[in-house]
């Protein structure tokens, strides 16, 4: 009786329930949701940016260059953020690409060291862009 | 019992290609680029440490007329967007929001990145005329 009931009743998906803090449990989990925020602070900095851009066009009489130390603080916030994403992603390449060369396998170093490369290349190409057309 | 023959179609998954494509490579560029924009545009220039293009109008507006770097700032705005589109949307799901994997959220979220795209397009071929001088 109580078996036939039981099989009628629709089934039930177990659901653990965790709380909002979870991730401030451990130092690992904590980094990972680190890792997920930096979203937030590059879109703010890429949208000042944009800003930034927008202002130009309004003609030289309401351009000024931002020398606040508010401002300075919020790129150093947002610089931090920015390299503990590049960090973190760049190295997760090498977990990723799987290459074979004369069908060797390329080892995952070779592979993140490369990543590294293309940012430091990338690093002093565009700043000596933005330092070299300055005045 | 009913003998029924489920015929299950195998599709590519494009749009699931097509989005994590967009996250993998705005996560490479916001990676490889961000960085030395932020310090060289937000910290060394406004602290006066090295001259910097965008902190006179005559040195900013003549370079922001490229062709070349409209086409690189439009990469280095827009596409990152899509990489943050999705780990914000995680980041929800994380802390405990789980309306954020519907597809009203990815249309929200997305659409959003769509938008700033737009915007950026907008901004740059209206900012300076386009000119190689």
């Given amino acids: 009786m109580s078996a036939e009931a039981g099989a009628s009743r ?4 177990y659901r653990q329930k ?3 803090g979870w991730w401030t449990q451990k130092r690992h989990y904590f980094l990972y949701m680190v890792r997920e925020f930096t979203a937030l602070p ?11 851009i927008y202002r130009a066009g309004r003609g030289p009489s309401h351009f000024y260059a931002p020398t606040s130390t508010a401002f300075v603080t919020f790129s150093v916030i947002c610089l931090a953020f920015a390299l503990y994403h ?3 992603f760049l190295s997760l390449a090498g977990v990723i690409l799987h290459f074979k060369v004369l069908d060797k396998p390329v080892p995952s170093r070779l592979i993140v060291m490369s990543q590294f490369g293309l940012w430091l290349v990338a690093t002093i190409v565009i700043g000596a862009v933005l330092i070299g057309f300055g005045r | 019992m009913s003998a029924r023959v489920e015929h299950v179609e195998h599709k590519p998954a494009l749009a699931h290609l097509f989005w994590w494509f967009m996250f993998a490579q705005g996560g490479v560029l916001a990676a490889i680029l961000i960085p030395v924009h932020i310090l060289v545009q937000g910290i060394l220039g406004p602290l006066g440490i090295v001259p910097v293009v965008d902190r006179h109008y005559d ?8 062709p070349i770097v409209k086409l690189y700032l439009l990469v280095l705005i827009s ?3 899509f990489h943050f589109a999705h780990r914000l949307r995680y980041l929800l799901v994380d802390l405990g929001v789980p309306a954020a ?3 009203v959220a990815q249309v929200i979220f997305y659409g959003v990145a ?18 190689l001088g």
């Fill in chain 1, 42 to 52: 590059l879109a703010l900095w890429l949208l000042w940016l944009l800003y930034e």
């Fill in chain 2, 79 to 81: 596409l990152p967007f």
């Fill in chain 1, 10 to 13: 629709a089934t039930k998906t």
């Fill in chain 1, 86 to 88: 590049s960090f973190t």
């Fill in chain 2, 59 to 66: 040195t900013w507006i003549s370079i922001l007329g490229n």
């Fill in chain 1, 18 to 20: 965790m709380s909002a």
């Fill in chain 2, 114 to 131: 769509v938008l700033v795209t737009l915007l950026t397009i907008y901004v740059l071929l209206t900012t300076a005329p386009i000119s």
């Fill in chain 2, 101 to 103: 994997k519907t597809v």
